[in-house]
C-alpha cells in the first residue's frame, strides 16, 4: 500500500486527484491539505510514502515547503504537479509531472518514485539537478518589495511604505536574492524584467 499526501491550493485539481488516486486499490490518501503550513503540522502525526504537491502556492510557496518536508523526513517522496513546463531543473523532488498529464501517467510516476525508487520527470530533463527559480515561487510581498528596489527606495522607506519593520525587509531581500540567484541589485533588476516582475 502506497501512502499518499496532497497539498495544493486549488480545490479543484485536489478533488480531481482524489477521484483519480482512490480509485486505486494499492493506493492510500493519508491526508489532503490546501496549505502548506498545515500540511506540515500533519506530518508531525502521520508520514505518507510520497507528497504531491505544487510549486507555486500562497504564503509558504512550495519551494520553502519542500525544503523543509526533505530536511525533517528524508524519506519522503515529493512528486511536484504543476501548470509551470519552463522549469530547467529540479532540487529536492523526486519526480514533475505537468497539471495536464493524463492519469496514467500518473499512476505510473507514483509506483516508479515510491515501489523502484527512480526519479520522474515525465517529459523534462533527467540530468539536471539544481533547480532554476523562477516568477512562480516569489510571493506577492516579495513581488511588492522587488518593484520598490526598482523604484530605488532604501530598506527604511520600504519599511514604512509596507508597515513592517526593517529586519523583515532584510529577511525579504536576502530570500529574494536565494530565489533568483542573484547577487546585487543589478543582477535583481535585470532578472526582474526579464521575468516581466517589472518593466
Excluded: W
Excluded at 13 to 34: A, P, R, T, Y
Excluded at 55 to 74: A, D, H, L, Q
Amino acid at each position: 500500500m502506497i501512502h499518499i499526501a496532497l497539498v495544493d491550493d486549488h480545490q479543484m485539481f485536489l478533488d480531481g486527484m482524489i477521484s483519480v488516486l482512490s480509485g486505486q486499490k494499492s493506493f492510500d490518501i493519508l491526508f489532503v491539505e490546501n496549505h502548506a503550513q498545515k500540511a506540515l503540522e500533519k506530518l508531525k502525526e502521520c508520514v505518507p510514502d510520497i507528497i504531491i504537491t505544487d510549486i507555486s502556492m500562497p504564503e509558504m510557496n512550495g519551494i520553502e515547503f519542500i525544503r523543509i518536508v526533505k530536511k525533517s523526513y528524508p524519506e519522503v517522496k515529493i512528486l511536484v504537479v504543476s501548470m509551470f513546463d519552463n522549469l530547467q531543473s529540479i532540487e529536492n523532488i523526486d519526480g514533475y509531472l505537468l497539471k495536464e498529464t493524463d492519469k496514467q501517467e500518473l499512476i505510473d510516476a507514483i509506483n516508479s518514485i515510491v515501489l523502484d525508487n527512480k526519479k520522474y520527470y515525465g517529459n523534462q530533463n533527467n540530468h539536471i539537478d539544481t533547480f532554476e527559480f523562477k516568477k512562480s515561487i516569489l510571493t506577492q510581498r516579495e513581488k511588492q518589495i522587488i518593484r520598490l528596489i526598482a523604484e530605488e527606495y532604501t530598506t527604511d522607506a520600504i519599511a514604512d511604505q509596507l508597515a513592517i519593520s526593517k529586519g523583515t525587509i532584510e529577511t525579504h531581500r536576502k530570500n529574494i536574492f536565494f530565489k533568483l540567484q542573484v547577487k546585487n541589485i543589478a543582477g535583481l533588476i535585470k532578472k526582474a524584467i526579464y521575468l516581466g516582475i517589472i518593466k
